[in-house]
């Protein structure tokens, strides 16, 4: 399959070893206005993956050599980032390509739909999201090399409109075969795991990463006895929501098993700090850092939104929201993303717009 990966961080580029190696022809694409350069190794289509050297198809800083021809249009690319990275593809599109959001998920597909309207309404596209990154990747700046951990397995992914899942999956399966179909963007936004793990532990050390940030240990040092209680809590209030929009109800310990990132039979507790795949993650070594700027504005904020529209409280979510906001000294409610942002209506059946 001819798949174009948007972005060249640790996703994108495990992304593309991955595909490659499995006999996908990948075209990785770094934007211009990207803030740091890739390896040098890899604007020669070069990179190793576990330790042998690979090379994928074609590096591009151009758009338009970036989008052509591409059945299936990846993007591996932070919530925050991701619209202006896209307007610069919207122009390049074609009928029939599909947009694959591969990354934590935000109802993206509503924001890029949204913006491909304003700006091209002409072309016919297929949008789709799934609910986070289909790897827990590693990658090696100084080395150049590219690990998978994990697959993520099942996966919730939804198109939109969601009448769209179906059709995307028939293709989107031959990628990755962990991608279960959501009963809309609502769902997948709904079962992202960032915004309940990461805004509240950081929060609530932040004296140790103000003062030793370089030596924090978020799910081994930071998930305590105590602080554990503040996810669980932000954990009910979204299965509250999801109950009330007829979605599937588990809590945090039963999705993140199903997802094999955490084991059976332990709490919570000891499930964040002795898992093989989180425990030696360094950081957040600042606080001005994608955990609370991503996972609160575009995570916990529209969850409160979600709420807020189903007439559910969400004092322990909107605790962290204010906290960060005081914290950063930035209006997270009045700058994060919302339903009426994303013009859904709210005084409408939710899942009906979606």
């Given amino acids: 399959m001819k798949v174009s990966i948007i972005g060249a961080g640790n996703g994108g580029i495990v992304a593309a070893a991955d595909l490659t190696v499995r006999g996908h022809d990948v075209t990785l694409y770094h934007s211009m206005q990207a803030l740091k350069d ?16 690979i090379f994928f198809h074609k590096f591009t800083q151009d758009p338009k050599e970036a989008v052509e021809g ?3 249009i990846m993007t591996c690319l932070p919530t925050n980032i991701l619209p ?6 919207i122009p390049y599109l074609s009928n029939g390509q599909m947009i694959f959001i591969n990354g934590a998920s935000a109802m993206n597909s509503v924001v890029l739909t949204n913006l491909l309207n304003e700006k091209r309404s002409g072309v016919s596209v297929l949008i789709g999201e799934s609910m986070s990154l289909t790897y827990a990747a590693r990658y090696d700046y100084e080395n150049n090399d590219a690990d998978i951990i994990l697959r993520s397995k099942h ?9 769209n899942t179906e059709l995307m999956l028939e293709k989107l399966l031959g990628l990755y075969d962990t991608l279960v179909p ?7 936004a709904l079962n992202n795991g960032n915004p309940e793990s990461h805004p509240a532990p950081s929060i609530l050390n ?44 588990l809590d945090k310990s039963a999705r993140s098993e199903r997802s094999t990132y955490f084991e059976r039979d332990k709490s919570l507790k000891d499930q964040y ?14 606080l001005n850092n994608r955990y609370i700027i991503e996972d609160v504005g575009y995570g916990l904020v529209l969850w409160k939104s979600i709420g807020e529209a189903l007439n559910i409280k969400t004092p322990t979510i909107d605790s962290i929201i204010h906290l960060a906001s005081i914290m950063l000294e930035y209006n997270f409610m009045q700058e994060g993303l919302t339903l ?3 013009g859904i209506d709210v005084g409408m059946d939710l899942n009906a717009q979606v």
């Fill in 38 to 53: 890739p390896h040098q190794d890899i604007m020669q289509n070069k990179l190793k993956y576990r330790g042998e050297e």
């Fill in 70 to 72: 591409a059945e299936v």
């Fill in 84 to 89: 202006q990275m896209f307007e610069e593809l």
């Fill in 155 to 163: 996966n919730l992914f939804s198109a939109y409109p969601s009448s």
């Fill in 182 to 188: 959501a009963g809309n963007v609502i769902e997948t």
């Fill in 206 to 249: 932040t004296g140790y990463i103000d003062n030793h940030g370089d030596e924090f240990y978020l799910y081994k040092d930071g998930v305590t006895n105590h602080t554990v209680k503040a996810i669980e809590s932000i954990d009910k209030e979204r299965q509250e929501i999801c109950a009330e929009l007829n979605f599937e109800v």
């Fill in 273 to 286: 700090n002795e898992s093989i795949v989180l425990k030696d993650l360094l950081g957040p070594t600042t």
């Fill in 340 to 342: 009426e942002k994303l």
